[in-house]
């Protein structure tokens, strides 16, 4: 089956996310041959898997799988990767798309070597969104400890534009004046693999999670575990610092919830009997209770359940939590009845956390076929093709299988 | 539930709910959202999420002795909250809708009050009544003129006659609604003393000591009174709390009147028979006079705001309206209306469509009185006895 009007393998496809999805259909596509642009909204690849602590299904470091996938791009010259980078505006129609994307200005060049005397000059700060804000940097940053590429950037609206980091750069890296950079890409198919965003907790008002340091989301939980989060890895109360003595994890915080996200968001259950075996890492004799409608563990996580499940320290209360009150010793008592045993339950925990789910990061435009609950809808037709979370809400292991499909059907779609 | 239950479900029940407002029932995945952000839920006794289950099942036998359903007020704050728009205080109202059939005397009337397609003849039958008993005593149409009617007012509508001073009005007013009164309240009893019996098997109450009826009076009925009367549980609401700017006035406006009604039954229909002159209409500057057009006023914008904010409720959560709950309102509603509106075209002199009027309100104040045991103007006793019974149960005579 070969095609006359195009050489095999020159079929542009453009990856619209660079986070562990975007990267393995990039990666798959150029490994056959295609030119692929890999553009990513961060300074940094890797997206929600980089911030996690551990992630299945081996409970490894993320950079255990991310860092095999930068090699894979380093060694490829197919890929072509542009970070700080989004989508402005899709024309064209299936195979011969002409996408404008903008680059914002990171401040920093290929100079850098990370060395970070820029930071120690630097007199600006900002909240770190990479740990949820729960820490800050300095205006200019190393985006985090893997971050891929190995390059700091300036968070452009907390600079002042003092200079001190330009003076104290021994390799000319930085430059202040940078301005944004709009070009277009000629692609016949666009894979899109924009991801998702934690459901914003503050929008279940029953939940009261502004009300309390003690309420943290599963994200949150992720960073405070993550040796490089704010704590070290040390999984401390927000704002007091307390080492926490009791826990509670709070199931479907907006998950099948038609006030909110209307669908399972398929890994908070996991994740929560995950972020159990961190604190048991941590605490060995800490009080865990973990509120559910129903537990969700596919497949061969039944076994990982059992385990967890038989731990003597860790309750399970079929109940969703639907009110959340601040104690004055800075804990918080979570509410729920057990549907079990039919009484109302008011556990008092020194934290609580909401396995708030995933929302698909906003796809609005761009010709796409959103479905009823913000997902990408692929169509092979227009050669736009949805992958990973953008697509659906799954774990790591579906995303990447998912992806190898979307850069499949992305080539198919390019040589039609 | 160790060893296991057998379910058996009453697949009329269900049917029943789904036709009461509670069609979106099986809808809830038993989250338990509800029992949590209800304000009226205790600690000891969450509802509404088993009585969801059990509707869901078709228990019949136990949501009807399931005192919760009774003092669920509806405020709507479950059905905000829940994640799958199962709307449990649509469905709660649909159990209490059950319960007034169910535990209504007789059956038959009881059945026809609890479905709209009987409006007609709900409608029709007091319209008979009360108008073949005005051709009868009345000797067909026979409107006063103008002059007589300012003095006697509504004192002729059903003919005149001297029998010593009680007049023929007085008799056939009371021959008509004496007995639908005694009635509706046997009923009442009747049915509101099954509840109980039914509330205390659900508790498995020993009954070998009970408290007297003066106990019971002052430890049980009067405190839940009190309560209502406050409306504290209305205002523990958090969605529907704006009820209480209807439901309050409604309240008051229903006990002025009961105070007016007792005394024109005591002044006209009994001394009246003794003394003469008590028969026409009462002087608008008699305090008596005052306290009736204000509790009807009250009645009517009560009402009103009621009114209104069913509708609302039903717009906002998509629920579709039911003959259980504006059954009642358009009562009332009626009621008032007529009331006032033949009030008001007696001042004006207008006698036809006065005697209209009156008849009308004759009927619509027949249909709320013989119709209450049945209808959802039942919550008035229900959840009143519901209340004393939660008082009952957490006492020394239930608990140990």
């Not at chain 2, 409608?123 to 149409?141: C, K, Q, V």
């Amino acid at each position: 089956m070969t095609d006359e009007r195009s050489a095999p393998g020159s079929g542009g496809v453009l990856v619209v996310g660079g986070g562990i999805s975007g990267l393995t259909a990039a990666l798959e596509a150029a490994e056959v041959g295609n030119d692929v642009f890999l553009i990513e909204k961060n300074p940094y690849l890797g997206g929600r898997v980089a911030q996690l602590n551990q992630y299945f299904p081996k409970l490894c470091p993320p950079s255990c799988g991310l860092e095999i996938n930068y090699q894979r791009i380093k060694n490829n010259r197919k890929v072509r990767v542009y970070p700080m980078t989004e989508v402005k505006s899709v024309d064209g129609s299936a195979g011969n798309y002409q996408v404008t994307v903008e680059t914002k200005p990171r401040g920093v060049n290929n100079n850098c070597t990370a060395c970070n005397a820029c930071v120690e000059v630097c007199p600006e700060e900002r909240a770190n969104a990479f740990n949820f804000n729960m820490d800050k940097t300095k205006a200019i940053y190393k985006p985090h400890d893997h971050a891929f590429p190995m390059k700091y950037a300036i968070d452009m609206s907390a600079c002042s534009k003092c200079g001190k980091c330009k003076e104290a750069c021994k390799y000319d890296a930085i430059d202040l004046e940078m301005e944004a950079n709009t070009f277009t890409l000629d692609v016949k198919s666009i894979v899109w693999s924009t991801g998702w965003n934690p459901y914003d907790p503050a929008k279940m008002d029953n939940l009261n999670f502004a009300s309390s340091d003690a309420i943290i989301t599963n994200m949150m939980m992720e960073r405070l575990a993550a040796p490089g989060g704010p704590t070290g890895g040390k999984i401390l109360r927000p704002g007091d610092n307390k080492e926490p003595e009791s826990f509670a994890f709070v199931q479907c915080a907006g998950s099948r919830d038609e006030n909110h996200l209307e669908y399972c968001s398929y890994i908070c259950c996991m994740a929560t009997l995950k972020q159990i075996t961190y604190i048991r890492a941590q605490y060995p004799e800490a009080k865990v209770t973990v509120f559910y409608i129903d537990l969700r563990t596919p497949g061969k996580y039944e076994k990982f359940r059992e385990k967890l499940m038989s731990d003597p320290n860790v309750f399970f209360v079929k109940g969703k939590v639907a009110d959340i009150i601040p104690s004055d010793d800075g804990g918080v008592t979570v509410i729920a009845e057990n549907a079990v045993t039919g009484e109302k339950v008011q556990e008092k925990v020194d934290l609580a956390i909401l396995a708030t789910g995933m929302q698909p990061a906003a796809n609005q435009g761009m010709g796409l076929t959103i479905d009823s609950n913000g997902f990408v809808v692929t169509d092979e037709d227009k050669a736009m093709i949805a992958a990973g979370c953008a697509k659906k809400a799954a774990d790591v292991v579906t995303t990447t299988q998912n992806s190898t499909a979307a850069a499949m059907k992305a080539i198919q779609a390019s040589r039609r | 539930m160790a060893e296991g239950m057998r379910v058996e479900p009453d697949l009329n029940f269900i049917k029943f709910l789904k036709n009461a407002g509670g069609d979106t029932l099986k809808k809830c995945y038993q989250c338990a959202t509800c029992s949590v952000v209800c304000p009226l839920s205790s600690d000891d006794n969450p509802f509404p999420r088993k009585e969801m289950i059990s509707a869901q099942w078709g228990l019949k036998d136990k949501l009807i002795g399931d005192v919760n359903v009774m003092l669920c007020h509806q405020c709507g704050d479950c059905t905000a909250y829940c994640p799958r728009g199962a709307k449990p205080g649509d469905v709660l109202g649909a159990i209490r809708a059950y319960a007034y059939t169910h535990f209504g005397f007789p059956q038959g009337l009881a059945k026809l009050c609890s479905s709209g397609k009987n409006l007609p003849m709900l409608i029709g039958m007091p319209i008979l009544l009360i108008g073949i008993l005005f051709f009868l005593a009345n000797g067909g149409m026979h409107l006063p003129d103008a002059e007589s009617f300012k003095e006697v007012g509504f004192g002729h509508f059903f003919g005149h006659w001297d029998l010593h001073f009680l007049t023929k009005n007085v008799v056939f007013i009371d021959a008509i609604f004496l007995p639908a009164v005694a009635f509706a309240l046997f009923a009442t009893f009747r049915g509101v003393s099954n509840m109980w019996k039914e509330m205390e098997k659900s508790v498995n109450a020993d009954t070998t000591f009970r408290p007297s009826a003066l106990q019971f009076a002052k430890d049980f009925l009067w405190p839940s009174l009190v309560e209502i009367i406050q409306h504290k549980r209305f205002n523990e609401c958090g969605e529907n709390k704006n009820r209480v700017n209807g439901h309050l006035p409604l309240v008051l406006a229903f006990i002025g009147l009961f105070i007016v009604t007792n005394y024109a039954f005591v002044v006209k229909d009994i001394i009246g028979y003794f003394v003469e002159g008590l028969h026409g209409p009462i002087a608008l500057a008699n305090p008596i006079k005052i306290l009736a057009n204000v509790s009807a006023i009250a009645m009517i914008i009560g009402i009103a705001i009621l009114w209104a904010n069913r509708s609302n409720q039903e717009e906002k959560t998509g629920a579709s309206g039911t003959f259980y709950d504006w059954f009642l309102i358009g009562e009332i509603m009626a009621v008032g209306v007529t009331g006032l509106g033949a009030e008001l075209l007696r001042l004006a002199g207008l006698v036809t469509p006065a005697y209209l009027l009156y008849f009308m309100h004759l009927v619509s104040v027949f249909m709320l009185f013989l119709y209450m045991p049945y209808t959802k103007f039942a919550h008035m006793a229900y959840r009143t006895f519901a209340m004393a019974f939660e008082k009952y149960r957490e006492s020394g005579f239930v608990k140990q």
